[in-house]
């Protein structure tokens, strides 16, 4: 087995962990750096009622946690399906450099985990979208932005 299949393999197991003992669905992640595992996740969006507890935002997390760091440049991310948006924006800003995945969207789709929807939204006019969206106290909110503008000590990430 390469050195990639045995962490895929690891990302399919903890999809059936998770969905065995109810936690979420038939989803799992590793985060890998210099071959060894520094994050874990699976789907636990029932078990934490909590709809962004997908397996890689899990994996993202605790990977970040044990690296100290909001940043995993030089990590690989192994997820058992192809990451949904929101997953996958958590992985563009987390900035990992490789995205394994074995399921697709499509597989997902035909056992009622369906996306589509999500990737159609993004592509529309805020008032087109099924959720409205009002933009409201811009004045207000941008002289916080001035504010950052001009604060010496920030962090950019």
């Known amino acids: 087995m390469t050195r990639e299949e045995t ?6 197991h903890l999809s059936e962990t998770g969905m065995q003992q109810n936690e979420g669905g038939p989803f799992g992640c590793v985060i890998v750096k210099d071959d060894e595992i520094i994050g874990r996740g699976w789907n636990q969006v029932l078990s934490a009622n909590d709809p962004t507890a997908h397996a890689e935002i899990v994996a993202i997390r605790n990977a970040c946690k044990k690296l100290g760091s909001f940043h995993l440049h030089d990590c690989e991310l192994y997820a058992s399906c192809e990451p ?74």
């Open 7 to 12: 962490f895929m393999h690891e990302a399919i």
């Open 84 to 157: 949904c948006p929101m997953c996958l924006a958590a992985i563009y800003w987390a900035q990992l450099k490789m995205i394994y995945f074995a399921n697709t969207r499509n597989d997902a789709n035909a056992i009622g985990f369906n996306d589509a929807f999500i990737y159609d939204e993004l592509t529309l006019a805020n008032e087109y979208r099924n959720v409205k969206m009002i933009a409201l106290g811009r004045n207000d909110a941008l002289k916080i932005f001035e504010q950052w503008t001009q604060k010496g000590n920030k962090k950019l990430y």
